[in-house]
Each structure stands twice: as structure tokens, then as C-alpha cells.
């Protein structure tokens, strides 16, 4: 995608709805603060109905972090920074380089770089123009992907919910204590509890794609891709081994308009506001939606 289309957010390209239900395969826990009525030291998230339910940007986390691990050994033309800091020395080098317009070293995104596009902005207000498309080509694939200070998500997760033949206000407790790190001994009064939804628990997952590049497309693939085979993790305290987790039942819905005329792009985006109908749909049946992935993942290794 050219850096004039990641600035046209205006007009709709394509758009992928992936559905599906995450089923638990150990509790999970996901704090949800001291503001509830429970009596735990660390209560898990709850719905006004005192139902537990997954918020949507704790999913996205794990699907952007899911995403970040495998990147670097998926192919050379992808790049994540992982959101990882840069020591100061490292961004002082960088920053000269580019001040003198050359290339560093290493490959480095924008969102590394605040502080320098922040300076330049300032030091050049006639050319703001022209530092948003630096700040966009120079933006990471998981950055152009999950959002950064520079651009917007082209991905938006709802919040999970039970689903409603399913729904249960069941939680657990579970009680821990606070290890002293020389003695390697339980520390005197510092048992504490944590709440747990029990495993089994399922909850109904959407994800929305839209305006997204072949690369964005790829990416979603490859983290869903984890979490249809049990390799993904949500919520806290998964070093005790809670979180693990499997997608299942995926269904992929694709309006795709691009690569065809003018007439086939008014019909499809017809027959979708007015019947809600995708150019393309992979259900769970005979597991397309996996298949969906499986295509979308192979077009990296070309």
C-alpha cells in the first residue's frame, strides 16, 4: 500500500470480519481493579450483570504481542518493533544520521523515533506534510497494523462476551502468597487471594479489518493462526499457568473492493448495505476459515 493510500482513510477498500469463539482451556484471570463489590484482593473484570467478559483491548494485546514474537522469522520485508525502547546512545546515533539524510544502520520505526519527529515538527512548521508521509513510510508492519502515535488501528476487537445459552456467573478463588527472593521462602502475612473464571468458560470473539494492506492481512492470519491451533494467551498470571486458550468455530467474511471495475465495486458495496452480503465467506464448515488463513500465511513465503 502506497503511503498516499495509508493517508486516504476516507474511503473504504476492503473490509474482514473474523468470528469466532474463544474457548479456555485453563481459567483465565483479567483483573478488574478494586471497584467491584468483591472481597478478593485482585477481582477479575466483570459486566454491570456480574458477568465476566473479555475486554477487547486485552485481546489485541495479545494478538499484537502474538504477532510481534513471530515477525522477525517470518520474512525480511516485514519489520515490528516490538514497541521496544531504544537506549539513548542507539537514538542519538539514529538521529544524526537521519538529520543528515542517511540511512541508520538498522531498520527503525517511528514509534522509536517520538522524540525526533517531534523536534522536527516543531522546528518545521511549513512542512508538516511532508513529515506525516516520512512518519508513515518509516512506521513499522505491526505499528501500520495495531495503531502507534502516528497512525490510527486498522483494527477494531470487541469487547467478548458469553454467549447467552451459556452465560454463568461462576468465579473461583484461588489463594497465593508472596515469595522472598533470598530466602526463597514464603514471606509471614502476605497471603493473598485472586479471582479466576474456571476453564471450559467460551466467549464470542469479532474482529474487524478494514483499509488493510496485504501485509496487515497476512499478520491477522498469522496470530489467529496461534490461537486456532492453542498456542495463544490471555489475561494475567500465565507464568501459573492460566490464560491458554483456543479459537474455534472461525468464520472469515470478505468485501473486497479493489482489482475489479467500477460496476462490480458499486454491485458488491450495494449488496452490502443493503443486505449485509461479503464478496467472499469462509465458514467453519469443512474448517474454510482456517483455510482462509492458511492461503493468507502461504503468500508470505513466496
Known amino acids: 500500500m502506497t503511503t498516499l493510500e495509508q493517508m486516504d482513510r476516507y474511503t473504504l477498500r476492503n473490509r474482514y470480519v473474523f468470528q469466532g469463539r474463544l474457548v479456555m482451556k485453563t481459567p483465565l484471570h483479567i483483573g478488574g481493579g478494586r471497584a467491584t463489590l468483591s472481597q478478593s484482593n485482585s477481582p477479575v473484570v466483570l459486566t454491570p450483570e456480574g458477568l465476566p467478559f473479555i475486554p477487547g483491548a486485552s485481546f489485541k494485546g495479545a494478538l499484537r504481542s502474538t504477532v510481534e514474537k513471530l515477525v522477525p522469522s517470518l520474512s525480511t520485508q516485514l519489520f515490528s518493533c516490538g514497541l521496544i525502547e531504544l537506549d539513548r546512545e542507539e537514538l542519538d546515533e539514529i538521529e544524526k544520521k537521519l538529520k543528515a539524510k542517511e540511512q541508520p544502520d538498522k531498520r527503525v520505526c517511528s514509534t522509536q523515533l517520538q522524540r525526533y519527529f517531534a523536534n522536527k515538527r516543531r522546528d518545521n512548521p511549513g512542512q508538516r506534510d511532508a513529515i506525516v508521509r516520512e512518519e508513515l513510510e518509516m512506521l513499522c508492519n505491526t505499528c501500520q497494523l495495531f495503531g502507534s502515535p502516528f497512525a490510527a488501528s486498522h483494527i477494531n476487537i470487541n469487547d467478548l462476551y458469553m454467549p447467552k445459552d451459556e452465560q454463568s456467573d461462576v468465579i473461583e478463588r484461588r489463594d497465593g502468597v508472596a515469595i522472598d527472593r533470598d530466602s ?115 503468500k508470505i513465503f513466496r
Open 184 to 298: 526463597e521462602k514464603a514471606k509471614d502475612r502476605l497471603k493473598y487471594d485472586f479471582e479466576i473464571v474456571p476453564s471450559t468458560t467460551a466467549f464470542q470473539l469479532e474482529i474487524t479489518l478494514e483499509n488493510a494492506s496485504e501485509e496487515d492481512l497476512q499478520l491477522v492470519c498469522v496470530g489467529l493462526s496461534e490461537f486456532v491451533h492453542g498456542f495463544g494467551g490471555i489475561g494475567g498470571l500465565r507464568s501459573r499457568g492460566l490464560g491458554a486458550c483456543k479459537l474455534e468455530n472461525l468464520n472469515v467474511s470478505a468485501l473486497e473492493l479493489t482489482g475489479i471495475n467500477e460496476t462490480q465495486r458499486k454491485e458488491r458495496l450495494r449488496n452490502f448495505l443493503l443486505r449485509r452480503e461479503f464478496s467472499s465467506t469462509f465458514t467453519d464448515k469443512d474448517e474454510q476459515g482456517l483455510a482462509f488463513l492458511n492461503s493468507q500465511i502461504e
